[in-house]
């Protein structure tokens, strides 16, 4: 990993004017529970803020509050943990404007930076050293309307798109968008099950019924430490 105080290989300016801070909920260590990098030591950036209000969220602490931090704050606290992942996530990240420099100065840095987005937002303007992931709202969570499809398009195969199972209706809705776009072709897909909505066993019984070439995803975090704030 390369020096965290390095300078930046694109100026703010060829970047767009970009605010210097993002208002930061929490910043943290804990082993990373979903998506490609399941399992690494990562360091969690959760920006403060979202525009969606999805009926199963799990961070809604992160919807107000929060504490403004420069974005050379935010690198150096990533630093001191001293691990090469990190995620920067929500709330919604890509709400704040100042999130697209983050990502980029955390890549400068040398670190292997994710983005967890719920889709709603554009992804185009990320760096591309950045691994998105994308959540792609089901009927179920109440948001639906907010998915941005044309973010789909722009993935690549190293990154992935996400479908949160809240019933078996929110199952054969997103299996008929896997098919109906090959999203399977294009990037890893997962399907997850919605805590105390849709049990695991099922949803991957429903995934080998229909030979659906998607991963399920189990949050591993929550295996670990339950519903624990920070972890």
């Known amino acids: 990993?390369?020096?965290?105080?390095?300078?930046?290989?694109?100026?703010?300016?060829?970047?767009?004017?970009?605010?210097?801070?993002?208002?930061?909920?929490?910043?943290?260590?804990?082993?990373q529970?979903?998506?490609?990098?399941?399992?690494?030591?990562?360091?969690?950036?959760?920006?403060?803020?979202?525009p969606l209000r999805c009926q199963y969220c799990d961070t809604a602490y992160a919807f107000h509050g929060g504490e403004w931090m420069s974005l050379e704050a935010v690198v150096e606290r990533v630093a001191s943990f001293g691990v090469h992942h990190v995620c920067v996530t929500g709330g919604e990240p890509l709400a704040q404007k100042g999130s697209i420099e983050l990502l980029a100065r955390l890549c400068d840095a040398g670190y292997r930076v994710s983005l967890e987005t719920s889709g709603a937002m554009d992804v185009s303007k990320v760096d591309a050293r950045v691994t998105r992931v994308?959540?792609?709202?089901?009927?179920?969570?109440?948001?639906?309307?907010r998915n941005r499809l044309e973010n789909l398009e722009?993935?690549?195969?190293?990154?992935?798109?996400?479908?949160?199972?809240?019933?078996?209706?929110?199952?054969?809705?997103?299996?008929?968008?896997?098919?109906?776009?090959?999203?399977?072709?294009?990037?890893?897909?997962?399907?997850?099950p919605s805590a105390?909505?849709?049990?695991?066993?099922?949803?991957?019984?429903?995934?080998?019924?229909?030979?659906?070439?998607?991963?399920?995803?189990?949050?591993?975090?929550?295996?670990?430490?339950?519903?624990?704030?920070?972890?």
Do not use: N
């Open 196 to 231: 105390d909505q849709v049990e695991a066993r099922d949803l991957a019984q429903w995934i080998l019924d229909e030979r659906l070439p998607v991963r399920l995803q189990v949050q591993l975090h929550k295996y670990l430490w339950g519903d624990t704030p920070g972890r």
């Open 134 to 145: 994308v959540d792609v709202k089901t009927p179920g969570s109440g948001e639906v309307a």
């Open 1 to 31: 990993m390369s020096d965290v105080t390095s300078t930046s290989s694109v100026t703010l300016a060829e970047r767009g004017d970009t605010p210097s801070r993002v208002k930061i909920t929490e910043i943290f260590l804990s082993i």
């Open 33 to 50: 529970g979903e998506a490609d990098a399941v399992g690494w030591p990562t360091v969690f950036v959760r920006l403060t803020g979202c």
């Open 154 to 192: 722009l993935l690549r195969p190293d990154e992935q798109v996400k479908f949160v199972i809240c019933a078996r209706t929110d199952f054969e809705w997103a299996r008929d968008l896997v098919k109906e776009r090959r999203l399977h072709e294009r990037c890893m897909v997962l399907f997850s």
